[in-house]
């Protein structure tokens, strides 16, 4: 159980345009996603909590209108990130949860460059 | 602040050596967790910690949790090119909502 789908896997785009990223729980039902960031030779750092149906919270110091998350079903969540630059460029990983018999798990991340 | 100070960082010795990395907090925690990571990928759990002074074996994994719940290690026994990745302990937070708070995390290389 708990099986997670995160894609792309990776993805180069171009400054100014923006991306999504799609997470996806296969056999269970995500209540909330977490949405991480992860530079290079760093730990995961929590960017927003989402859950299904509501708005996300962003944890501080990370832009809300430039970092869109959409939990609209209890199997999808989105992250997009808009007018990217080349700073944005890093590893995002999702983490679908659906209460306290899954435990916590992760996405395989998608890799983001932007050039 | 850093919530969950992890250490060493960085790590580098020789296959057969022991090791023990370090995560400490001021804060208590509910549970605290080990992963591991490899490069491209999302992390992979190793083991949930809960109890105070709880400790648990997987292999040559030891892991440890402080009585007080404020604090873990990972121990590996001799050590092999194939631990070599990230290692990341992360707790839930008592009063974070369910969030999963990491440590800078331990890059450690074992060397053949």
């Known amino acids: 159980g708990a099986v997670v789908s995160q894609h792309p896997s990776w993805v180069i785009c171009k400054s100014g345009t923006s991306v999504k990223i799609e997470c996806r729980s296969l056999?269970?039902?995500?209540?909330?996603m977490f949405w991480y960031r992860q530079f290079p030779k760093q730990s995961l750092m929590l960017m927003a909590t989402?859950?299904?149906?509501?708005?996300?919270?962003?944890e501080q110091g990370v832009e809300k209108d430039k970092f869109l998350i959409n939990h609209a079903s209890l199997t999808l969540s989105t992250l997009t990130v808009t007018s990217a630059h080349p700073e944005d460029s890093s590893f995002y990983i999702c983490?679908?949860?659906?209460?306290?018999?899954?435990?916590?798990?992760f996405g395989s991340g998608t890799r983001l460059t932007v050039v | 602040t850093q919530l969950l100070e992890q250490s060493p960082q960085f790590l580098s010795i020789q296959e057969g050596e022991n090791l023990t990395v370090y995560c400490n907090s001021s804060?208590?925690?509910?549970?605290l967790q080990w992963y591991r990571q490899e490069p491209g990928e999302g992390p992979v759990l190793l083991v949930t910690?809960?109890?105070?002074?709880e400790v648990k074996k997987l292999k040559r994994l030891t892991f440890q949790f402080g009585d007080a719940r404020k604090d873990s290690s990972l121990h590996i026994t001799a050590a092999q090119p194939g631990d070599t990745g990230l290692y990341l302990c992360?707790?839930?937070?008592?009063?974070?909502?369910?969030?999963?708070?990491f440590g800078q995390g331990t890059e450690l290389s074992v060397k053949p």
């Open positions: 983490s679908p949860q659906g209460g306290s018999n899954y435990g916590y798990t």
């Open positions: 056999d269970f039902q995500a209540t909330t």
């Open positions: 989402s859950n299904e149906g509501s708005k996300a919270t962003y």
């Open positions: 804060s208590v925690f509910s549970s």
């Open positions: 910690v809960v109890t105070g002074g």
């Open positions: 992360a707790g839930v937070h008592h009063n974070q909502g369910g969030k999963l708070i």
